[in-house]
């Protein structure tokens, strides 16, 4: 018997209709799809500032660094590398 709460107020979803549940199954998968795609526009925001300081490299002196010179990160003070 899982309860949930709801503007302060206890439900027993056992106690629920049918077209209770799946309103809240509903509700359940949307509060989920937005966790993960807040999730992958974080990840997103991340690779636009990736991109934006290799843009930024490449202007200014000519060239992006390469993968064996590793990308620096602000913040973090070590060279990132991925081994394959």
Do not use: C, N
Not at 9 to 14: E, F, G, I, L, P
Not at 32 to 53: D, F, M, N, P
């Amino acid at each position: 018997m899982p309860i949930i709460k709801i503007d302060g107020k206890d439900y027993d979803t056992d106690d629920l209709s049918e077209e209770t549940k799946a309103q809240l199954g509903s509700l359940q998968f949307v509060q989920s799809e937005l966790a993960r795609l807040q999730a992958q526009a974080a990840a997103l925001q991340t690779a636009q500032i990736a991109y934006g300081k290799a843009l930024k490299e490449t202007l200014e002196t000519g060239k992006a660094p390469t993968e064996e010179e590793g990308a620096e990160i602000e913040g973090l003070g070590e060279t990132i590398e991925f081994d394959e």
